[in-house]
């Protein structure tokens, strides 16, 4: 069927838009000037839009700019596209105009024909819904309050969570030894608890630093519209607004002190991301750990069991693969080039405005989904029934000719290398070599070698 349309009009004129579409002429002529993706705003994004939409209409009010009833209709419409009632309307690009604008008009003449419908007014987007905004602090405002919004409620709480599955897996294997590795090759023994232990305190490190990044992004660039003087914005406006931006998320946001630092220049974001970047590099060590050391079951390490969650292979009945482990070293991997977007993209804050806001946006917000979604699913389908081998640590451990490094004090540095050596060649034990060499009592082998002592 041929879509029906209907005529809008905009400052340029009039335009065709499809006839039950939320939006106007101004998004439909974003969505005929960029057909470059199949990417669009994320629902964190849209949301935090609607916020700010709804505070500033309470903001114009408080402030006798905005009629009442203009004012109720404008924050019953924002609240609708905060609920998520009209996400299928947004319908621009994310490859689109550098400032957001196109996005920024699209939650506009959505909220303005909403309203208009409702109060049966006549609400302009630019007039109405847009006072005293300008895109250029809108959609700066809008990454941040969604990217800290969605920090604090999902990516803290599911880090939080798998740093205690990975303190009682430490715990719980405090007393499992194993030969602990330097370069890929054995090294002195090390407990399975302890390198869980410091999986715990690596993330634990990690999640300061995102904490710390979120006092800088949650300072917003709204008040300073179009070049951070806050041309057409009544006093202390960006100030109110961030009020009532934290009273409605229940996280707290204000004005950014300078605003010149939020409109042409994000290293606030660029920060943040780097943080999200650090934890993803994290999670990556930890997984990649993981596989290794559920690596086999025959020609691999085969010291941790790892819950067999899918069939391995199309070809090769019985195998079972460390899918989660991979996922989400993948995940890692995009993180770490969604944070090579931000730093290329606020390296163009040019004079008063950084042109590439969307996609910082986009991959930010994507780093952060990415990071929550997959530390869920690595707590909860790894963590928790990941089991130790012991039988196969045990093993390794009395095989391994690295413990010699205890007798160093007793028998010198050249014995013991000799030493070690021949129980590799001879695939012997340290203990029995010493025994046959008579270097050592029995009963001193085992209190030098005793594997409690040595970590």
Request: charged content about 25%; overall charge negative; glycine content about 6%.
């Amino acid at each position: 069927m041929t879509e029906q349309f209907r005529t809008e009009k905009d400052s340029m004129g009039e335009f065709q838009v499809p006839i039950n579409a939320k939006y106007g002429a101004s998004t439909a002529r974003a969505v005929e000037n960029f057909p470059i993706s199949n990417l669009r705003f994320s629902r964190s994004f849209i949301k935090a839009l609607g916020e700010i939409k709804k505070a500033c209409a309470k903001v114009n009010q408080n402030n006798k700019l905005l009629d009442k009833n203009f004012a109720d209709s404008i924050i019953d419409a924002a609240q609708q596209v905060i609920d998520g009632d009209h996400d299928k309307d947004f319908v621009v690009d994310i490859f689109q105009t550098g400032s957001g604008t196109s996005t920024n008009m699209n939650a506009n003449e959505i909220i303005s024909k909403i309203a208009s419908e409702s109060s049966s007014e006549n609400i302009h987007p630019n007039d109405h819904v847009n006072m005293s905004q300008s895109s250029n602090d809108v959609i700066p405002t809008a990454t941040n309050v969604a990217a800290v919004t969605e920090i604090v409620q999902n990516l803290i709480p599911a880090v939080e969570s798998l740093i205690k599955s990975l303190e009682d897996k430490a715990k719980k294997w405090e007393k499992v030894y194993k030969n602990g590795r330097t370069h890929l090759m054995d090294a002195t023994p090390v407990s399975l608890g302890q390198e869980f232990s410091g999986y715990s305190a690596l993330l634990s490190e990690r999640l300061e630093d995102i904490k710390s990044s979120l006092i800088n992004a949650s300072k917003l660039a709204i008040g300073g519209t179009a070049v951070g003087t806050g041309i057409n914005a009544p006093d202390n406006f960006g100030k109110d607004v961030a009020k009532e931006i934290s009273k409605s998320l229940g996280i707290n946001f204000v004005e950014v002190e300078n605003h010149f630092t939020r409109q042409g220049s994000r290293e606030e974001v660029v920060h943040l991301s780097g943080c999200l970047k650090a934890f993803a590099v994290s999670m990556f060590k930890i997984a990649n750990d993981i596989r290794w050391m559920g690596s086999g079951p025959v020609s691999g390490l085969n010291e941790l069991i790892i819950p067999a969650l899918q069939p391995g292979s199309s070809i090769m009945p019985g195998k079972v693969n460390p899918v989660i482990p991979e996922m989400v070293m993948q995940v890692s991997a995009q993180v770490i080039g969604n944070d090579n977007t931000i730093t290329f993209s606020s390296s163009n804050g040019n004079f008063e405005l950084n042109t590439m806001l969307p996609v910082m946006a986009h991959n930010l917000l994507e780093s952060i989904e990415l990071l929550t979604t997959s530390t869920d699913v690595f707590e909860k389908k790894l963590i928790n029934d990941l089991e130790a081998n012991t039988e196969k640590l045990d093993e390794n451990i009395q095989k391994n000719s690295i413990l010699v490094t205890a007798l160093v004090p007793v028998i010198g540095y050249d014995k013991s290398a000799e030493v070690a050596k021949e129980a590799m060649s001879q695939n012997k034990t340290i203990k029995e070599v010493l025994l046959e060499k008579n270097l050592i009592s029995s009963e001193e082998i085992d209190e030098l070698l005793n594997i409690e002592k040595l970590i």
